[in-house]
């Protein structure tokens, strides 16, 4: 089953900027589409930027025009660069991946089809 590692979250203040990193635990990440979302505290789901098999990139309302989503499939990696961060970017974030969707939306909208496929996750808080 595919897993993922997440790094690089942390306390930050806002307006400050964090890059998340996710390792895939196989090879051949380049046959998946792979996605960030993150859970609230108040345990909800936000997807925010999902990748697919293609290339083709979503952003979620909340994060689009301050997040960069970005993979590297020949080290089996995912990339979330965040900027400009605010208090309402608390959360958990954790990388997820699925099969190849015919457009990428619904992935960050309704979830990876195969919700095991995905990292224990890293805390993000952003407060000054």
């Known amino acids: 089953q595919l897993r993922f590692v997440e790094s690089g979250g942390g306390l930050v203040q806002p307006g400050g900027s964090l890059r998340l990193s996710c390792v895939a635990s196989?090879?051949?990440?380049?046959?998946?589409?792979v996605g960030w979302f993150r859970q609230t505290p108040e345990n909800e789901r936000e997807g925010l930027s999902c990748?697919?098999?293609?290339?083709?990139?979503y952003y979620g309302d909340a994060v689009s025009g301050r997040f960069t989503a970005s993979r590297d499939n020949a080290q089996n990696t995912v990339y979330l660069q965040m900027t400009n961060l605010t208090p309402e970017d608390t959360g958990i974030y954790y990388c997820?991946?699925?099969?190849?969707?015919?457009?990428?939306?619904?992935?960050?909208?309704?979830?990876?089809?195969?919700?095991?496929?995905r990292g224990q996750g890293t805390q993000v808080t952003v407060s000054s």
């Open positions: 990748i697919n098999k293609d290339g083709s990139i």
């Open positions: 997820a991946a699925d099969r190849p969707h015919p457009t990428i939306k619904p992935m960050c909208v309704l979830g990876p089809r195969r919700p095991g496929w």
């Open positions: 196989e090879s051949a990440l380049e046959n998946y589409a």
